[in-house]
Nanobody, 115 residues
Framework: QVQLVESGGGLVQPGGSLRLSCAAS????????MGWYRQAPGEPRELVGT???????NYADPVKGRFTISRDSAKNTVYLQMNSLKPEDTADYYC?????????WGQGTQVTVSS
C-alpha cells in the first residue's frame, strides 16, 4: 500500500512555470511506475508522464519539451516541473503509483493557467 500527497498547484500566467510534488509513503524504488495524470473539466483523465523504478521516463506528446519528471529518493518524492505553461494545461493533476497488483492515486492538485 502507498499514500500519495501532491502539492504545488496554483494559478500561473501563460508562459509561466510551476513545480508539482508527489510525496510517497514508501520507498519510491519499491514502486514499479510512478506517473502524473491530469483531468480538465469535462474531460477524461489523461497521462502526462511516467517514471519507472529503473529511471525510465516517458511523456505524453502535448507536454514533451515543456514538462520534466524527476525524483528525490531521499524524500520519496517525485516532481513534475512544468515550463512554458499554456491555458490548455489547466487541469487537476494527479500522482499515480503502480505496484505489482495495485494502483494508487493522490488527491490531486489544481493547476490554472490564465492571464
Amino acid at each position: 500500500q502507498v499514500q500519495l500527497v501532491e502539492s504545488g498547484g496554483g494559478l500561473v500566467q501563460p508562459g509561466g512555470s510551476l513545480r508539482l510534488s508527489c510525496a510517497a509513503s514508501r520507498n519510491i524504488f519499491s514502486i514499479n511506475v510512478m506517473g502524473w495524470y491530469r483531468q480538465a473539466p469535462g474531460e477524461p483523465r489523461e497521462l502526462v508522464g511516467t517514471i519507472s523504478s529503473g529511471g525510465s521516463i516517458n511523456y505524453a506528446d502535448p507536454v514533451k519539451g515543456r514538462f520534466t519528471i524527476s525524483r528525490d529518493s531521499a524524500k520519496n518524492t517525485v516532481y513534475l516541473q512544468m515550463n512554458s505553461l499554456k491555458p490548455e494545461d489547466t487541469a487537476d493533476y494527479y500522482c499515480n503509483a503502480k505496484l505489482e497488483f495495485d494502483m494508487y492515486w493522490g488527491q490531486g492538485t489544481q493547476v490554472t493557467v490564465s492571464s
